[in-house]
């Protein structure tokens, strides 16, 4: 039996959850430790500069320590309570820093940048634990006299409803208040009903004492006058509905649609006494036309539909498309062919030849038509297509053949500037974004073709094209181009030989004899250049065995004593050079073919072709075979213009590295069956004009006919891509301005280290994105532009005022307006708002119409009203002054208000 003198002892030192929740935020405010109240009226701007998580329950609270980015001073770091004190209260009632640009939103409720924020991981919408979570900060600010307010967010998370305290060392106490509803009651939606929400809320019986700062928005949406659209040419219809083919090859840059969506207007009255102002529900003094402050600020769309942005987005989709018209055409031909054949073995099998279930040949290309019809129709007339290639040519023949290289072509394997491909491009792109199929850039490219092949027949050189050969620099497309150009002129050479010919008795084979040949090229040959000549053949796609077999006249014979012939094909004669073995004879040099051009993939071929003959015997000595075409060409040159001559001749004027007065020929010259001694053993005297052709001028245009008809749409996007690039970067680099020279900068850095390829598409991403956005912020400039600079000729010298008004726009989030609307960027501002008045109300309204004031009538209501009502009260007590701020924000669906009120802890 338990005696009645026991009793049970409770151990009431044992710590609760909340409790435990103030130790462990003790603990984390303690590390932070000194906290000092910077109080700082200079700057709206914090950052946190240090963050906790705390584990407590089932949820999570994250600390944060914000403060400003302004240190403090030395003569500041002994100050006593009493200073700090005072800070706060300099701060709270301070006019400087209201309404903010940018800042913490607790810093714009509450005027204060140096503080401490709770935020719990779940909502905390129970009043017992409002209750709780504030009992917890007022403790914690309480035991360790944390000299920073402490706020803790409540409820919902994204409502920024806050509640807090700030425990003064002088037995004050400033208590952050809040209401936060979606619909402002009609009592509180002016200054009268703030100032006597204010009045009761302290007990005060007059506001004469009472500061107030007042900030509205004004909004404008419509500015059809001055919307920055681009429109873009019809390709719809026919030739004659164009009124102007130039506008298709001028870039247009900008947006489809305007990029600015609103211009907002800020009208600011600060530190005014509430005894001089009123606002009623029938009565304002707070009109913006009195404001003594105004600001501007632009809300641009997030991502505009950019023109060259876009139509290069399509034009890169374009590139993926690998199947060409004749493809198409041939899968439908095969589709119809087996349709054929399954109802002629049907029709076996049942007896029944007709079988009228199936569909014949016709209909199944009927149906195949009707199902590829976005393929094969076209949106662009035939006779448009021809006018477009006409006035592409027309206008490439005004400029100059060549074009000092840029900065862009020097770097990207693109053409030279002035080039047609730049314009083509643009074109095929153009069409490409207006069709939604593939069939009109075909069409128009076939157009193009068929325009260079007319003046190939015509023998007349494409403009704008190098007659040089082709540049492994430049793109796949210009080398062909290049190519055909070499064609041409050979060819108008070739036919002027043939002229000149006509009238001597001499009879040629068609054969090149524009091979001119340079003395300086030829004096001068090093060791590796001559190697490069022997290796660097005439190749051609397609090549035959038989071709390299070089048909002699009868008349010449190997009988005949070399010293005996009669020299031919002669060009000049060498200075101060004569004959081995006749010192009498000058030497003289021939007239040789030139090394046939050759495009990046023709080169390839040739290697990869050389490459798979193998190491064996025959592989060797037909590799050798090919490679010295040239070599045997020029030696039989030279033995025809200079009879009697041996190797060692031909080598002091063709290599004349490999020969020494004194030791004769070269080491590798003695070699043994070396390829120079083999191919002039083997070599006869044949005079250019009887050899036969290592480049075949015409075979080879055909060749690049061929090539350039069997190309897909998105063959064709991948070989137009890099000019089409180079192209918009051109138009985009145009002029300076320093929004965009940044841009400008990185995307000239970019081309420079991209090397395109056809295949590659990843290398162009970077270039896309950097295009988009320098285009976005041209077309916002454009569109500010058009809205503010509108000062005719006469009034050029005040044009500057509104260019660097649109530049401030474009550089900073919110622009103040000087002389606020009796400015000049206030008048531009006051006759826009007008303009959309009268549009709203159906009225007829020009920009240059009126020049009269404005009256208020024209502003909308404001869509977002804000006031901070200041006060001071005494401390019965201290006799101190305690602040106490009301901020109040009412927008459409919402009513914020944030009170810091101070008060005594005393009882």
């Known amino acids: 039996m338990i005696s009645e003198d026991v009793f049970e002892i409770l151990d009431f030192t044992n710590a609760t959850e909340v409790e435990q929740l103030v130790s462990l935020i003790e603990q984390v405010v303690v590390e932070w430790k000194p906290l000092r109240f910077k109080g700082n009226t200079r700057t709206s701007i914090c950052y946190c500069k240090c963050r906790e998580s705390i584990d407590y329950g089932n949820q999570c609270i994250q600390i944060s320590h914000f403060c400003s980015d302004v240190e403090r001073s030395t003569d500041d770091s002994g100050e006593d309570a009493v200073g700090r004190y005072e800070s706060f209260v300099k701060l709270l009632m301070s006019s400087g820093s209201d309404f903010p640009v940018r800042a913490h939103c607790l810093t714009r409720w509450f005027g204060i940048v140096d503080f401490i924020h709770l935020c719990a991981s779940a909502n905390v919408s129970r009043e017992s634990d409002i209750q709780t979570l504030l009992s917890i900060v007022s403790c914690v600010s309480s035991n360790l006299d944390v000299e920073v307010p402490m706020l803790v967010n409540l409820l919902e998370p994204y409502r920024q409803y806050y509640r807090g305290f700030f425990f003064h060392a002088n037995e004050l106490v400033s208590k952050f208040d809040m209401i936060h509803i979606s619909t402002c009651p009609q009592q509180l939606k002016n200054l009268s009903g703030l100032l006597r929400m204010f009045r009761e809320r302290l007990s005060l019986e007059c506001e004469d004492s009472l500061q107030v700062s007042v900030n509205f928005t004004y909004a404008l949406y419509d500015w059809t006058e001055f919307t920055d659209y681009q429109p873009l040419p019809d390709l719809q219809g026919d030739g004659e509905i164009i009124s102007s083919l130039e506008s298709l090859f001028s870039l247009p840059v900008g947006t489809f649609d305007d990029p600015v969506c609103e211009i907002q207007l800020s009208a600011t009255w600060k530190g005014l006494s509430a005894y001089v102002i009123e606002e009623n529900s029938s009565y304002t003094d707070l009109t913006p036309l009195n404001a003594p402050s105004w600001s501007v600020r632009v809300r641009m769309a997030e991502s505009p539909n950019c023109i060259l942005g876009q139509h290069l987005m399509n034009f890169v989709r374009a590139s993926t498309k690998d199947k060409s018209i004749p493809e198409r055409k041939r899968r439908v031909e095969t589709k119809a062919n087996d349709a054929r054949e399954y109802a002629d073995a049907l029709g076996r099998l049942t007896g029944d030849a007709s079988l009228s279930f199936l569909p014949d040949f016709s209909n199944v290309l009927s149906s195949a038509s009707k199902r590829f019809h976005p393929i ?251 490679q010295s075409r040239n070599l045997v060409s020029d030696m039989e040159a030279f033995k025809a213009a200079n009879p009697g001559c041996v190797l060692e001749d031909f080598i002091r004027w063709y290599s004349p590295r490999d020969w020494s007065e ?44 061929t090539y350039l008809d069997s190309l897909s749409a998105g063959q064709i996007c991948q070989h137009l891509l890099s000019s089409l690039i180079h192209r918009i970067v051109l138009k985009l680099l145009e002029g300076t301005n320093p929004y965009t020279q940044q841009l400008r900068e990185q995307l000239l850095a970019t081309t420079k280290s991209t090397r395109f390829k056809s295949d590659d598409l990843s290398s162009v991403e970077e270039i896309v994105k950097l295009i988009f956005s320098l285009e976005t912020v041209m077309s916002r400039a454009a569109s500010l532009r058009k809205k503010f600079c509108h000062l005719s000729s006469e009034d050029a010298p005040g044009q500057a005022i509104y260019e660097e008004f649109v530049d401030q726009l474009l550089a900073s989030a919110v622009v103040p307006v000087v002389g606020a609307s009796r400015g000049p960027v206030g008048g531009v501002i006051c006759r826009l708002f007008a303009l959309a008045h009268n549009i709203s109300k159906g009225e007829d309204y020009s920009y240059h119409s009126t020049s009269d004031l404005v009256s208020d009538d024209v502003f909308p209501p404001p869509v977002g009203k804000e006031y901070i009502i200041r006060g001071t009260t005494l401390d019965p007590y201290s006799q101190l002054p305690m602040p106490h701020r009301m901020y109040t924000v009412i927008t459409e669906d919402e009513f914020r208000v944030a009170f810091c009120q101070t008060e005594s802890t005393r009882i």
């Open 662 to 705: 004194v030791e004769g020929l070269s080491s590798r010259m003695m070699v043994p069956g070396n390829t120079w001694q083999s191919s002039w053993t083997n070599s006869l005297p044949v005079p250019v004009a009887r050899q036969k052709r290592i480049f075949d001028d015409t075979k080879e245009a055909e060749k690049v006919f």
């Open 376 to 626: 094969f129709s076209t949106t662009v007339s035939d006779e448009l297509c021809q006018q477009l290639i006409e006035k592409l040519f027309s206008d490439s023949l005004i400029l100059d053949e060549y074009s000092e290289p840029d900065q862009i072509s020097c770097s990207m394997k693109s053409c030279p500037p002035g080039c047609i491909l730049l314009d083509l491009s643009w074109l095929l792109c153009s069409v490409n974004f207006n069709g939604a199929a593939t069939g009109p850039m075909l069409s128009l490219w076939r157009c193009f073709v068929a325009k260079v092949r007319q003046l190939y027949d015509e023998v007349t050189l494409i403009p704008t094209v190098s007659q040089d050969r082709p540049d492994t620099t430049q793109c796949l497309l210009y080398q062909k181009l290049q190519l055909l150009n070499c064609c041409i002129k050979r060819r108008i050479d070739r036919e002027t030989s043939v002229l000149d010919a006509s009238e001597s008795t001499e009879v040629f084979f068609e054969c090149e004899d524009d091979g001119i040949v340079n003395e300086d090229m030829q004096g001068d040959w090093d060791d590796e250049f001559s190697t490069d000549r022997s290796d660097a053949t005439g190749w051609e796609s397609g090549w035959d065995e038989q071709e390299l077999d070089l048909p002699l006249d009868d008349d010449y014979s190997a009988t005949l004593v070399p010293s005996d012939r009669k020299p031919e094909g002669r060009l000049k004669e060498a200075q101060g050079m004569s004959l081995l073995n006749h010192p009498t004879r000058p030497l003289y040099i021939p007239i040789t073919q030139e090394q046939p051009p050759m495009t990046e993939d023709m080169i390839e071929e040739q290697a990869t072709f050389l490459e798979q003959l193998g190491d064996d015997r025959d592989g060797s000595e037909l590799r050798m075979l090919i």
